[in-house]
């Protein structure tokens, strides 16, 4: 983990209050893992947290929806505005040795950290299960990387009309990783508990230091409760309790 002050290189909206919004320089990130993102000096008191959505030798971006007050002010920036960066945090997907059959399950905003898992799971055939409410985006950044997409929206307007849960049957793979709303991901855990599919999971709890030390973002686990900042964000399937 490191804290740094960075200038903004890009920041645009991507769908309707979705942005993405990169920082020149090389970072080493693993899949599922975020920052803290602050461009304020007193208000709001707290950071954002911000999963990455891919890294490399020249960049790093990250996408997010403009939701309150601090993500209205990353919303604002400029190329060359500074940004502070704290991070990485957290436990990423587990993905070295990974091979065989896989399907990413994702909600929303919950697809930002895909494009990172993606491109780290080399030696695997991917399908790509993602759901939305009526606009759909990073999708063209994805394909490349997997076998098959499959789209649900609950207008209607692109892929299957409802939601991505009803099309998605685990028995078809290896192992499964998954992020998005929590309802959505409860309900991938049990049919993948259920067809003893291994699932990991992203919970994307709100959280405040973002280091472990505050215990607002914890998770209910068969091990007692664990802080989604620091034990995670990404979680065994088999541990959670909803």
């Not at 993602?130 to 490349?144: A, M």
Request: include cysteine.
């Amino acid at each position: 983990m490191r804290y740094s002050v960075e200038k903004v290189y890009e920041n645009v909206e991507i769908s309707k209050g979705v942005y993405r919004l990169s920082v020149k320089g090389k970072f080493d990130v693993k899949p599922g893992q975020f920052y803290l993102l602050r461009a304020w000096d007193r208000e709001p008191l707290l950071s954002r947290p911000i999963s990455v959505n891919q890294a490399d030798d020249e960049k790093i971006t990250f996408i997010y929806q403009v939701v309150g007050k601090g993500t209205e002010i990353l919303m604002n920036l400029k190329e060359n505005d500074e940004i502070k960066l704290t991070g990485p945090l957290g436990n990423g997907f587990p993905v070295e040795g990974e091979k065989g059959r896989v399907a990413l399950v994702a909600g929303g905003i919950g697809t930002a950290p895909m494009l990172q898992l993606v491109k780290e799971l080399k030696n695997c055939e991917i399908d790509f299960y993602c759901g939305f409410r009526d606009e759909v985006y990073l999708l063209d950044e994805i394909k490349p990387y997997v076998k098959n997409i499959y789209v649900a929206t609950e207008s209607g307007r692109v892929g299957s009309k409802g939601y991505v849960t009803d099309m998605f049957n685990p028995a078809a793979y290896d192992r499964v990783f998954c992020c998005g709303p929590e309802i959505m991901m409860e309900k991938v855990v049990k049919v993948c508990n259920s067809s003893e599919v291994p699932v990991w999971v992203s919970m994307e709890k709100h959280m405040a230091c973002g280091v472990g030390a505050c215990l607002v973002c914890t998770c209910k686990t068969k091990g007692g409760n664990k802080r989604s900042c620091k034990d995670g964000p990404v979680f065994s399937g088999k541990d959670l309790e909803f």
